[in-house]
C-alpha cells in the first residue's frame, strides 16, 4: 500500500508551492489530472499464466517421481515436495494478484513546464485534484489572484518518479521507465 502524507499546497507571490518544491506560475504552461489505475486484467492473465506453468511443472514433477529407479520412498518424498512447492507458489502468486486487485486508482496533478510533464502530487480523491488543478489555473490566468493555502494527502505511489504525457487529445501516458509492482 502506498505511503500518505499531508502536505501543504500553496499559490503565494505568484508562485505554485506544493510541500517544499516551489514552481513559478509563468513557467507552468499547462496543468491536468491523470488517473493511475493498477493493471488488474494484466495481474489477472499474469495469474493465469503462473497456474498453468506451476500446474504443468507440478505434472511433469510427478511423473518424473515415478522412474522405476527411484525407490518408493524417494517417489513419494518427491511428489510431496513437488506438491507443497507447488502450493507455495499459487499462494505467493495469489496473495500479488489480490494486492493487486484491491490497489485504489491514484489521481495525479500533472504539470508541464518547459521542461518535461512533472507529477507533483497523487491522491484518491479525483475532485480535490480536479480543484487544484482550477485553481492553479486561476492563479495563472489572474495576475490579481492573491492565491490560495490547502493541506491535501498525498499518496508516494511508484509511478510518481514517471513523467506523463499529457499532450493532445488521447495521448495521456508514461513516458519514465516502467515498474511493475
Given at each position: 500500500?502506498?505511503?500518505?502524507?499531508?502536505?501543504?499546497?500553496?499559490?503565494?507571490?505568484?508562485?505554485?508551492?506544493?510541500?517544499?518544491?516551489?514552481?513559478?506560475?509563468?513557467?507552468?504552461?499547462?496543468?491536468?489530472?491523470?488517473?493511475?489505475?493498477?493493471?488488474?486484467?494484466?495481474?489477472?492473465?499474469?495469474?493465469?499464466?503462473?497456474?498453468?506453468?506451476?500446474?504443468?511443472?507440478?505434472?511433469?514433477?510427478?511423473?518424473?517421481?515415478?522412474?522405476?529407479e527411484l525407490s518408493y520412498?524417494?517417489?513419494?518424498?518427491?511428489?510431496?515436495g513437488a506438491k507443497v512447492?507447488?502450493?507455495?507458489?499459487?499462494?505467493?502468486?495469489?496473495?500479488?494478484?489480490?494486492?493487486?486487485?484491491?490497489?485504489?486508482?491514484?489521481?495525479?496533478?500533472?504539470?508541464?513546464?518547459?521542461?518535461?510533464?512533472?507529477?507533483?502530487?497523487?491522491?484518491?480523491?479525483?475532485?480535490?485534484?480536479?480543484?487544484?488543478?482550477?485553481?492553479?489555473?486561476?492563479?495563472?490566468?489572474?495576475?490579481?489572484?492573491?492565491?490560495?493555502?490547502?493541506?491535501?494527502?498525498?499518496?508516494?505511489?511508484?509511478?510518481?518518479?514517471d513523467f506523463y504525457n499529457?499532450?493532445?487529445?488521447?495521448?495521456?501516458?508514461?513516458?519514465?521507465?516502467?515498474?511493475?509492482?
Amino acid at each position: 500500500m502506498a505511503r500518505r502524507k499531508v502536505i501543504r499546497v500553496e499559490v503565494s507571490k505568484r508562485v505554485l508551492w506544493i510541500g517544499a518544491s516551489a514552481y513559478p506560475l509563468q513557467n507552468i504552461a499547462r496543468a491536468t489530472t491523470v488517473s493511475i489505475k493498477p493493471r488488474r486484467a494484466r495481474a489477472v492473465g499474469t495469474f493465469a499464466k503462473a497456474v498453468l506453468g506451476v500446474g504443468l511443472l507440478l505434472v511433469v514433477a510427478l511423473a518424473l517421481a515415478q522412474a522405476d529407479e527411484l525407490s518408493y520412498g524417494d517417489q513419494e518424498l518427491i511428489a510431496r515436495g513437488a506438491k507443497v512447492t507447488a502450493t507455495v507458489l499459487v499462494a505467493a502468486f495469489l496473495v500479488r494478484l489480490i494486492v493487486t486487485l484491491s490497489t485504489r486508482t491514484y489521481y495525479a496533478l500533472v504539470v508541464e513546464t518547459s521542461g518535461n510533464p512533472l507529477t507533483l502530487l497523487a491522491s484518491v480523491d479525483r475532485d480535490e485534484v480536479h480543484q487544484l488543478v482550477r485553481d492553479i489555473m486561476r492563479a495563472i490566468e489572474d495576475p490579481a489572484f492573491t492565491g490560495f493555502v490547502k493541506q491535501m494527502v498525498t499518496y508516494n505511489i511508484g509511478s510518481m518518479r514517471d513523467f506523463y504525457n499529457a499532450s493532445g487529445p488521447g495521448s495521456v501516458g508514461r513516458m519514465g521507465h516502467e515498474r511493475e509492482r
